[in-house]
């Protein structure tokens, strides 16, 4: 069974410029999250996804930070513009179902902002 | 919101010997405490998980433990070897609907280094 698949890997761009991360998760899943882990932290919650309904980005910065799940399967999360504070690792999970607890995460996104 | 605390952050420990690292948690309404396994350029992966209606959990060399009445939880691995060298979260989640639930908030991590 195919994990958790991000693209992607590794970013390098300016401030200012747009940047989107692509995730597609584990079939049949029907969560999705979107986390940022910030170097020697835990990842964070920016937005979880129930099929296609993005049901919590309480924790999105919405001036700058854009998602979405079109389909209730591959999601994208997209910054525009990035600033150098963004410089993180964007990771996606998915679950099988919201509540079960237990999640399954991608590789990561590393993005890094000039 | 919950806050995750996790303690220490770095453990050195020699091959063999045993790994403690503990957490405790704020919101008493949390009832799904995992923990994951991050190596060097991947994701978290999860390795053991525990449930708020069990005290202790055991898979092979890794254990939790949970105190509700404290709010806080372990995690134990014995018989250290230079493959479990890698950084480990704590993390906990409310699992029934309400405000803030299913969100997994997690510690900041623990970096392992088995010495062999």
């Not at chain 1, 069974?1 to 597609?24: D, L, M, T």
């Not at chain 1, 679950?95 to 590789?107: A, I, M, V, Y």
């Not at chain 2, 989640?93 to 969100?103: D, H, L, V, W």
Request: glycine residues 8%; aromatic residues 10%; negative net charge.
């Amino acid at each position: 069974e195919a994990g958790v698949v991000q693209s992607p890997r590794y970013k390098i761009i300016e401030k200012k410029q747009p940047v989107a991360f692509w995730c597609n998760p584990i079939s049949g899943h029907n969560t999705l999250y979107w986390y940022l882990q910030n170097l020697g932290q835990g990842p964070e919650l920016l937005i979880r996804y129930e099929n296609e309904e993005a049901v919590d980005d309480s924790q999105l910065p919405k001036d700058r930070f854009s998602a979405e799940r079109l389909k209730g399967v591959d999601s994208t999360l997209k910054i525009q513009p990035a600033e150098l504070g963004d410089s993180a690792v964007y990771l996606c999970a998915s679950s099988l179902l919201t509540g079960t607890g237990e999640l399954f995460f991608g590789e990561g996104s590393r993005l890094t902002v000039l | 919101g919950e806050n995750v605390e996790q303690h220490p952050s770095t453990l050195s420990v020699q091959e063999g010997d045993s790994a403690v690292i503990k957490c405790t948690y704020s919101d008493s309404a949390s009832n799904y405490f995992p923990w994951y396994k991050q190596e060097l350029g991947k994701g978290p992966q999860l390795i053991i998980d525990i449930r708020s209606n069990v005290g202790e959990k055991k898979d092979q060399r890794i254990a939790v433990t949970l105190n509700k009445t404290a709010k806080h939880f372990s995690l134990h691995i014995t018989e250290t070897q230079p493959e479990d060298s890698a950084v480990y979260f704590c993390a906990a989640m409310t699992t029934y609907s309400g405000a803030g639930s299913y969100q997994l908030t997690f510690g900041k991590g623990t970096k392992l280094s088995v010495i062999p």
